[in-house]
């Protein structure tokens, strides 16, 4: 289970400052029932020498061995018997190294559920805090996987988007070269040149990328000049840029998506010459993008007939801010306004 090394080596620490005061106080207790100072320190280096390899033992099996709550029984269970282990293993290693010193022969048989239950506690603090760090780290990194796991599903759905509105301008761009390529050669070359030129910006920006409001627009104007070939003098555009938000973010490529809807619309469900405003605007700390396009009452219905490119740009700000409020329409007096509010964080 994956840990940072500066958490690795606070619970060193830790452990080790832990270890050595509670070796120290078993010296001065045992010194305190009336042995030598050589003797407890012999003793305490052989108990708790002992009782630190029993918990390392621990650490190390619920590292790779992680019991889910019916198994706490199990655990349980190897408490005592390592407990019982230990035990055995140094009353062995004692009587062996100190045992020739009746006082203490006797201090030790009389210490042996003392010691049972003081190993007993320790064995026993030591796992619980062990399961309870390595739950934690488990939490922690599936956690980190469910988040990766979401930002690759929203990364994806926001590249489907994409894939998704590329292929409709393209088609209608070619649908309009073709028509131009018997009746006007040089606007159908100068349309190919622009649609090349538009395609490769595409694909040098992503979804997930900030731009300046002033790139946004540079791009944005690409698409503009294949449309005003598509459309000829029937399409005017209108810009009115608050010089505050020229450096103000955006995702890139939101613009198109509005700009083309708002062309569709206008140009489709109206007679005559069609002028298409964009406005934008600095109010708190968000860029508010306004876009707007004429539209007739009795031939339209603008609110529901918003088409895919507004869908995929309100799917794309909630993706990317949590939010469904960022974007909002208003038909009124003949004229459809698409709202963008882009929060800079």
């Known amino acids: 289970m994956p840990n940072s090394p500066l ?3 606070r619970f060193r620490i830790i452990f080790v400052i832990c270890w050595l005061a509670l070796l120290i106080d078993a010296v001065v207790v045992l010194h305190y029932f009336g042995l030598s100072w050589q ?39 190897i408490c005592v018997i390592l407990t019982i282990i230990w035990l055995v293993v140094a009353r062995a290693l004692l009587n062996l190294t100190l045992g020739g010193d009746p006082v203490y022969k006797e201090l030790l048989n009389h210490s042996n559920s003392i010691r049972f239950s003081i190993a007993f506690l320790l064995i026993g603090c030591v796992t619980m805090i062990s399961i309870l760090w390595y739950n934690l780290q488990e939490q922690k990194e599936n956690e980190n996987r469910k988040t990766d796991t979401e930002k690759l599903a929203r990364d994806a759905e926001l590249f489907k988007l994409r894939q998704q509105l590329q292929p409709h301008f393209l088609f209608n761009s070619l649908n309009s070269i073709n028509a131009l390529i018997g009746s006007r050669p040089e606007e159908a070359r100068k349309m190919v040149q622009q649609l090349s030129d538009f395609l490769r910006g595409t694909l040098k920006k992503d979804e997930t990328q900030w731009v300046s409001l002033q790139e946004e627009l540079q791009y944005l104007q690409l698409y503009l000049d294949i449309e005003k070939v598509r459309f000829g003098n029937r399409l005017t555009t209108e810009t009115h840029i608050d010089e505050n938000t020229n450096e103000m973010r955006l995702p890139a490529l939101l613009l198109q998506p509005i700009m083309e809807n708002a062309i569709k619309f206008g140009l489709y469900d109206t007679t005559g010459d069609t002028v298409i405003r964009l406005i934008t605007e600095k109010k708190d700390n968000d860029l508010i993008i306004r876009i707007q396009n004429p539209y007739d009452p009795e031939t339209s219905s603008p609110r529901e007939g918003t088409g895919f490119g507004l869908k995929s740009v309100k799917r794309r700000l909630y993706l ?3 939010r469904s409020d960022l974007l909002e329409t208003t038909a009124k007096e003949n004229t459809f306004t698409t709202i963008v509010k882009i929060p800079q964080s």
């Open 39 to 77: 003797t407890a320190i012999i003793d305490s280096a052989i108990s708790n020498g002992l009782l630190l390899l029993a918990c390392i033992l621990i650490l190390h099996t619920l590292r790779y061995y992680l019991p889910r709550s019916e198994q706490y029984i199990n655990i349980f269970s």
């Open 320 to 322: 990317l801010f949590a």
């Open 7 to 9: 958490s690795i080596l």
